[in-house]
């Protein structure tokens, strides 16, 4: 067999077990907008696991937008080691928060914090 056909071959063999892995764990393909949308709640670990897989599939498959996660990412990991942070009061939270978005639910201890 010439090594064209083979590789050829080899090619289709790869296509054919990553469609087939789309379609067991239904996994949709996410598009550079929509990821770029994701990329500050994957910074701050705020996304499911099936959308985690979602992202981490385009990261793999689009260059420049892995580039834009992983520049998010060390941004906020210089931020968190270098800005010191101190919890917010109740009441000032949720006023900003009403003030910015409207009516907001009850804080949870980690969403209290500013950086």
């Not at 892995?21 to 994957?42: A, D, L, P």
């Amino acid at each position: 067999m010439p090594v064209s056909a083979a590789l050829s071959r080899k090619i289709d063999a790869k296509d054919d077990v990553v469609s087939m892995r789309s379609i067991v764990t239904k996994v949709r393909n996410v598009n550079c907008i929509e990821f770029y949308g994701m990329v500050s709640e994957k910074v701050d670990n705020r996304l499911s696991s099936e959308q985690i897989q979602e992202f981490n599939d385009h990261a793999r498959k689009c260059h420049p937008c892995d580039v834009e996660y992983l520049i998010a990412a060390t941004t906020k990991a210089v931020l968190r080691e270098k800005v010191h942070c101190i919890p917010v009061p109740s009441d000032v939270y949720l006023a900003i928060l009403q003030s910015t978005i409207g009516t907001p639910s009850s804080p949870t201890p980690e969403m209290r914090h500013f950086y």
